[in-house]
């Protein structure tokens, strides 16, 4: 029985492990997809600023052009002003000269606005590629990381599964069989070690009989707390062990 506990000790160091080396590689890909999300949300508020951008560039240009309508119809009307020939004439040519004046007042009005949007849009503009090429190299350098840790574990997990597999075959079945089932339930720890009378996983007493039955070491027994396998770790065949 002895021999039996021994390796259940090491099948459980073993598989501590192993079940902390799934955990980690179970968040592997939420923690990828976290990254690609954050590094979309920071292309989509570039291209979101770009847009209105290009937008704001369009309606620049659509403004220049009316100015330079605008212009056009001015030095047209000034010139009839100078050959107009009766007074009618003349004061059409000139309220048109005024009307002229104040749509290109109006105009330059609103291309100084959107200059002004624009100008600021560019900052932002700039600042958001920045910010995205910084967030987008970032990444690609925790991807390259995560992906390496990734294969680590799958590695490692496959070395001490191997590992494993010599040590269940020297496992009495049925004990094999209720340390799988306790350990499935119990998120990888099947075995604990009671210490001074102790269960230490669970951190309860282990009642005195019980116990006195633990400390003979003649069978397998389970904490009645925890349900999980027990073995009384202060006797000296456990010395060392952790
Ligand atoms: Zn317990």
Redesign the pocket.
Known sequence: MLEQIHLLIRLQILDKTLFDLGQEKETIPGRLAALSQAEAACKAELDRNQDELDELLRRRRDLEEITDNIRARLRRTENRLMGAKTQREYQAANAEIDDNKDALKDNDDQLLEVMERQEKLEATVAALKERFAQASAEANEQRAVLDKRYLDLEAETGRLQAKRGEIVGQVEAPLLKEYDFIRQARDGVAL?PVSQGI?T??H?GIPPQQYNELQRMDKIMT?P??R?L?YWADAEEFAGQP
């Open positions: 604990s269960c996983v669970c309860m904490c707390s925890c999980r027990i």
